[in-house]
Nanobody
């Protein structure tokens, strides 16, 4: 059974940092494009960052460029999201996703999803 489990969320003050992790089981992430998405109450789910299977290609939403860094450790079957200079508008449920192909642009095209980890940033 394929599973993705996120961790590392929590409550922090503005300008603080958090590091999210996503551990995969049931398959090896080396064969998958992976990404982070987030959804705040009353808002659409939006893409945060994606990383190719090789790790050589990354893409970020304009709202997080220069602040967030996506990375992967295929040996540990783990995806990471380092979040620095956090803002209250970053508050959302963050989801890890994976897809066995070239990184899709739309969240609906990702095949596997985790259950999410909550990030809350206070001003």
């Amino acid at each position: 059974q394929v599973q993705l489990v996120e961790s590392g969320g929590g409550s922090v003050q503005a300008e603080g940092s958090l590091r999210l992790s996503c551990v995969a089981s049931g398959y090896t992430i080396s064969n998958y494009c992976m990404g982070w998405f987030r959804q705040a109450p009353g808002k659409e789910r939006e893409g945060v960052a994606t990383i190719s299977a090789s790790g050589r290609s990354t893409d970020y939403a304009d709202s997080v460029k220069g602040r967030f860094t996506i990375s992967r450790d295929n040996a540990q079957n783990t995806l990471y999201l380092q979040m620095n200079s956090l803002k209250p508008e970053d508050t959302a449920m963050y989801y890890c996703a994976a897809d066995p192909g070239f990184c899709p642009r739309k969240a609906d095209d990702y095949k596997y999803w985790g259950q999410g980890t909550q990030v809350t940033v206070s001003s």
